[in-house]
Every structure is written in C-alpha cells, then in structure tokens.
C-alpha cells in the first residue's frame, strides 16, 4: 500500500459523514443558509420525510451565477469575512455543507439575485457538476436535494422510517423558528402542511412569545415568566416555565446561542439548580432561553454539526442563567400556574353525556369554550364534583369574618379567609375572585423558606470526624472536588487533597447525622463533573430541611380558626416562593369570579 | 413429640427466643421455633442464619421428638394464657401440626419438618474463656451506644473484642465507634483468653445477648474462632458470626497531648447539657462549652434567635477556650460516668476530647467537637 491523496469526490462523501448524517442535517444546514441569506420565509418541502426528496427555498439575497459552481466547492463560503475564525457572526462559516450534500445526492440549486435579470440553475450528481443554466425563479435560492445518500449506501441503510425521519426534520426546524420569529417558517411533508408559522409581530419579546406559543404549546405561553438579564457582555433573554408546569423529561428545555439552537448539559444542570427548590428531582421545567455573547466569547467550532459549542468562561455563563433563572422565580412566587385553575375549573365542570371529565385533559374554559355554550352543554340535574361540596358537613363558617364585607383584608392578594373546608383546605375570597390554600403545603413551603433562611444566616454547622474518611476516586475527579473545597466547606463538608486519586474527608455537615461518606463524594464528583455543581450535597441538605419543614407545619386535618387562617394568608404574601410547595405542586389556586361565572353561565 | 411445661417457664425462654426471629422472612422456616424433646428437657432454638439461640429448660416428656412451629404466633398464644396454667405440647397426632393446649384452649398450628431448619454450625471454636456476668454487661454497656448505624461502613456496625495492652498489663477491651465519637473499655485478660483474635460482634447479637444477660449472675462461658462466637449461660447457648472486617486503628485517635484539664460534677453537668440543649430545635443540637479559670459556661442558640445559657462551677484552671459539641453526644457519654467527677481532657477546638471517669480508668470516650 502507498500514501495517496484521496480524490475530492471521496473527501466530500467522508465531510458529509460528519455534517449530513440524516435528511433532519441537511435541512439543517440548509435553513441556516437561509437565515445566513437574510431570508424573510422559508419554505420546506419532504416527501418519505426527506428520503427521496427536500427542498428549502427562501427569499433571502440569492446568489449569482458566477458563484454558483463556487458554491459547491469545498471550503468556498461567503461568510467567513476577514477569515477570523475567533469571531463568527454567522451560522456558516465551515464552506462544507453544500458540496457534501451535493456528494452524495442529486442536488439542484436554483438562486436569482435581486438585482438580477435572471435566475440560474446548477446540478450535481454525486460531486459531479452540471453546466448552469437559466431558469425562471423569483428571488432568492432554491435548493432541491433527490435521493439523498444515494452515492453512499451504507448512510442509506441507516436511515430509519420516514415518520422517524420527518419528526427529526420537524424538532430541528422547530428549534430554528424559535429563535427565529422574525422570519416565517412552512414544512410540508408530501401533501401534508405539517407546519405553517407566520412572521411574529411586536417586539422581539412579544414575538418570541408568539413564536414560542405556537410551538411549545399555549400552556407554556401563558406560564412562562420573561427572563432579562446580563453581566459582563452577556445577554440573556427568553422564558422560563413556572414550577408548577413541569414535565416528566427535559427535552422540553431550550438554548440558543446567538440564535443557534445548542444542546449543552450546562443548560440542564444550571436549570436544575435554580429550580431545586421547587421540583421533585425527577421533574424538569420547560424552558426557552436566548443567549447572546460577543462572537469572541464562544467557540463554535467543536463539531461539525455545531450543536455543541464552548463558552470562554462557562462558569459565568452558568452563574448568569442560575442567578436570572432565580431571579425571575422569586418575583413570580405568586403566580399560581394558570393550568393548575384551568384543570381546577375543568373539575367543576358538570359531567356531559356521563363521561367524567378528566382533569388533565381538561381544556382551560376561560379561553376555549363561550359561557352559553358550556351552559347549554350542561344536563340539568349532574352536578359531578360539586355534588362533594354541599354534602360537606364539615365546612365552617365564620361569622365573625363574614361581617366584615368592607374589612381591608379583601384587598391583600390573597385576600381575607371565609372558612376551611375538610379541615385541609382555606378558601380565601379576593377582591376579584377566590382563592383555595392547601394549609400543609402552604405552612410547609413557610416553615421551609424559614429554615433555608436561618441556614444561610448562620452557616451549616460541621461535626468533626474521629476517623478522617480517604476516599479514593480517579485522579480528575478527585481534583475537581477538592478544587471546590472552599465552597464545599460553605456546605459544611470538609475536604482535603490526600495524594493523587484520592481525598480526605475531615468533616461532615451536622445535619445529615451519620452519613455515607464514600457515597457522597462519588456522587459529588459525578455532579460537578455533569452540571459542575456541588447539587447532591444541597439537594441532601434540602432533603433534611424539607423533611422537617413537613414535621413542624399544621397538618391537613387540622383545624383553624380566622385569625390562624388570616395570619397563614398574610406570611404567603411575603414569603418568596410560597406559590408551590417543595414538590412543584402549587399551595394555592385562585379562581376569578369571572371564571366562576362562566362555570354558573352568566357569562 | 409431647410433654407439659408451665407457662411462665415457656414464656421466658419464647422471649428470649423470639427477638432473634425476624418478623418478615423470605424463608418461611426461619419464622419457626424448634422443638426438640429429649428425655426430661425441652430445648428451643431460633435463628436468622447470623445468630443462633438453643435455650433448654426443663419440662415433663411424655413422648420425646422435635418439631418446629412459628416462633411469633407462639409467643403471642403464650403470652396470653393465664398465670401458672400448664402447657402441653403435642405433634404426636401425625397430621404435621402441633397441638398447644392449656385448660380449656385449644390451638393447632401447623408445622415444618425439622430437617428443613437451618443449623448453624459452630465449627471449632478454641478459645475459651469465662467472664463475669457484670463484666460482660459492663463491656457492653459502655460502648454499644457508639455503635456507628451507617451500613456502608459495615466494619463499625458492631463492638470490637479484643486482647489489648494497656501499660504492661493485658486487657480484654472493648471498643466501638461510629466515626464521630468512640468508646472504650477493659477488664483485667481472663485465663484463657490470651492469644484469641480481635473480633467484631454485629450489633444485632450485642442486643440480644445484653437482653439475655440481663440478670444472670453466674459467669459466662465464651468461646470464639475468627470468624463465630458463642456465649454459654443459664442453659442458654447463643452463637454468633462475627463481622467480617478490620476495624480501625482507633489508638491513633485516642488523644494523647490534650493539656488542658476540666473536671465536672457528672450530674449537675449533664443536666446543665440536657437543660440547655432544650433550646436547640435544630437536628445537630449544637451547644457552646466556654472554658474559663473554675468556670464552664454552656450555651445554645436556635434559628429564630432563641438562647439559653447556663454557669457551671468547675475545676480548670488552663487558658481560656471555647468548643462545640453535639450535646445529645455528651449526653450519652455523661450517662455511662457512674462516679461523681467527669474529666475532660481538651486541646483545641479542632480536636478531639478525651472524657474519662475520675474514678474509674477502665473506660474512656473520644469526642470529636462540632464547629459551630
């Protein structure tokens, strides 16, 4: 065997290995052309979800004919300007995606510049090029890619079902449109429009939130808090879901970068962080976050795909989304998720034609359904849940609150308690509505809040051991722990290098009693290795400080008199994070009378 | 099998027997008692494959054999008959079942076959040696209460028996810890004891032999290999596997430096602790010890800011200092001083305390101070 170079055909098929690994990445890269050209719409077109046929075509700026053939050279772009790698503005800049999807399929490309007279067409077959010729075209490119994998039949084999496929292209064009509203986004799949997004209107923040509702859903919409924050260059907008709208996995947590959408376990572990306090561990909030760095400050450049990328200083990166993230919780402590009323006001609707209506599937009344037609939906005599109210016998009622129809409680947010139902729950009324407390929930999150505080005020206290503890770990992640030692001593737990690939463990936090130490460090060190934050040793702290917390609150069952009631109402209102309890399940639900009387149908 | 046996006499030994039984079982005989009859004695046995009880107790055999019937239920059927009523026992009907019955009840349970029931071999065990009674209570008492609960680090889920040497002389010591605090006592080395190996007993068998030993008076026969121990008394047999470990070097933490020297009155000092940790609502229950010439003040603080703080006359006369501690720690180490005087021998806040009865040396406790 002799040392030859490989033919360019051949080079290109192995580039496209790493760039075009299904229909979904090539779309992908033809879109980001799109964007790259300054492109208003952009349209798509599948059949057999990309597998015998895709095609993205845009009203962006075109090219000429001249570069036509240029562009389905290698390493030919037009966007890396000054050749400066350090400061890409653009989602280009590698000049491979053309000419490797071009090697290995039929590839038609079809542009008309605005200036121009006329449009021109170029085809390429498995890296070979056509002649260009004229064609009729408005302005703005066209590519048509056929038989995609056909020169390479091995990535044809991979490929899975079309279905598979198109719901690959749909996730990926789906992240793009997001960070995108400005520009209008169609996908069609054979003769199936399986996504039209117009152009969002308004203000960046108002369109992104058009956008991200036509996308994630309305529930997110409606339950997102506006994130805005920055520090040091850094400019981080976008939404974050309220705990109390959470969801089983966290592929529903978006991050884009300079408006390239990015998987990055930075992003899962700061969110996990900032929402520790108000989810069980196995639940994840829903979250679009937009963040934009000077070009310097991020490298692109890891892979190909560009989906991975690198922060200069990922630590701050971090430090700013936790903190916003935090931020934005704490002043939205109060704002009950509205999916938890509208499944609430869901459960009061009468039963039609027998069949109970589940809560969860509950569509939200207030906005889908007009009061005379719920009215006339309803069969006379089923009352469903509310028949459980009336034989209620252990409702109480207040007289001495009830007299006090001017009392200048109705005014505080959560407004003046009227009685407590099943000895469990405080049913509050507003100026404009009611509202319902579960009082262990709500005390809980109280007295949780409290013993938080009182640990910060007074730092954890250490219990010293006899016995130093060695544990040994490989040699990284035994210098990445006790590079934290500082801030693991914060935490209470003292730790010190002991020789390469191993620490000591000298103290231990108080709280946690007799603890398994070997146990702790490697999960630890798993932490900071996966989300670079000490959270196994504050979720065990929480988890003591929540058990007590449920130990020294007033229990369901319990009851309570006005004042008791009253007092538990006022400290919600200034306590942060009283909206949900350590789970993510809210402590309280608000009904509007408006939302009452649709329900009666006087509206 | 059948004989008769009065109630209060099955009753002791079924309480005895039964605590080694462990309530839920995934191998149904390990639930079950074992009767065997021979001529003029009934002997019962109960184990959980770790530990294994044989108590025998004299009874009026009509028709010697064994049987095994469930240990709980029998205890409970027993423990419910009147005062001074006979049993008798009989599986002789041949239907698997055994017959108690005790004037005018009657109960039938049913049985497993003998051959099923697991025997917990004792192997060779050479070295044998007896202990007094109270010693062995004594040995136990002082440091099962430091007994570490955490599984991972199984080597300290049990009391460390050993041969040790103590300034020339000889001793059986033992010693237990859970990493925080530790425990150590010894007895003068019993003849025969020389030359056994350094052994943990699980915790299980620690409780259930002090329960056992409760009021005996007569010595104790113990025998042990490296790997099982047996304690023989009042027609009792209990024998044990031993935890398979080393356990730490505990002298190296045994503080030998610590200068500073305060002695306290024992009662009035753990009812000071006991008073002022009340103000604690916290779990560590963390209490302040400031040391000053003849002076002790202890004092405790809780999260909204509540404190208590109390004065304690003492002999100190070193530098001033000042050291937290866990108080339910000192609490439990000031429960086991018996004599008036409490010493404390310290060295900085950092380090470890040596606590001893001024009248008795044979003990000691290690402290590791909280940093509060």
Redesign the interface.
Known sequence: MTIRLLPTTTVNRIAAGEVVERPASAIKELVENSIDAHARRVDIVLRDGGRSFLSVADDGIGITREELPLSMERHATSKLLNDNLETIATFGFRGEALPSIASVSRLTITSRQKQAADAWTLRVEGGTKFETKPAAHVTGTTVEVRDLFYATPARLKFLKTARTELNHVLDTVRRLAMAHPEIAFSLRDGERQVLKLSHAQGDMIDARLDRLDAIMGNDFAANAIPIEADRDGLFLSGFAGLPTLNRGSPTHQYLFVNGRPVRDKLLYGAVRGAYRDFLAHDRHPLIALFLDVPPEAVDINVHPAKTEVRFRDAGLVRGLIVSALKHALAAAGHRASTTVADAALGAFRPEIGGVPVSVHRATPISRNVSGPALSFQAPVAQTADLSRLDTAPTARFEPELVTARDDPAESFPLGVARAQVHETYIVAQTEDGIVIVDQHAAHERLVYE??KA??EQ?GI???????P?VVELEEVAANRISGRATELSELGLMVEAFGPGAIVVR?TP??L????I??LIKDLADDLAEYDEALDLKSRLAE?AST?ACHGSVRAGRRLNGKEMNALLRQMEVTPHAGQCNHGRPTYVALKLVDIEKLFGRR | MKLTIERGLLLKVLTHIQSVVERRNTIPILSNVKFDAPDGNLSLNATDMDLDIVETVPADVAAQGSTTAPAHTLFDIVRKLPDGAQVELDCTGGDNSLVLSAGRSRFTLTCLPTEDFPVLSGGDLPHKFSLSAGGLRNLIDRTRFAI?????RYYLNGIYLHEADNEGTTVLRTVA??????ASIEVPLPEGAAGMPGVIVPRKTVTELRKLIDETVDDVLVAMSDTKIRFSFDGAVLTSKLIDGTF?D?DR?IPAGNDKVLEVNTNSFSDAVDRVSAIST???R?IKLVLSSGNLTLSA?S??NDSAVEELPVDYTSEEMEI?F?SRYLLDIAQQIDGDTAKFTLADS?S?TLVQDSSDRSALY?L?????
């Open positions: 409290e013993m009182a640990m007074d206290k250490r219990q010293g051991l006899l016995i503890e103290e108080a709280l009693g007799e603890v398994d070997q146990g003591v007590m | 570490s609960t955490e599984e991972t810890t859970d990493g925080h605090r530790l730490p505990y933490v916290e779990k560590s963390a603080n999260a909204e937290g866990n950092a470890p290690v590791m101070p909280m940093r509060v």
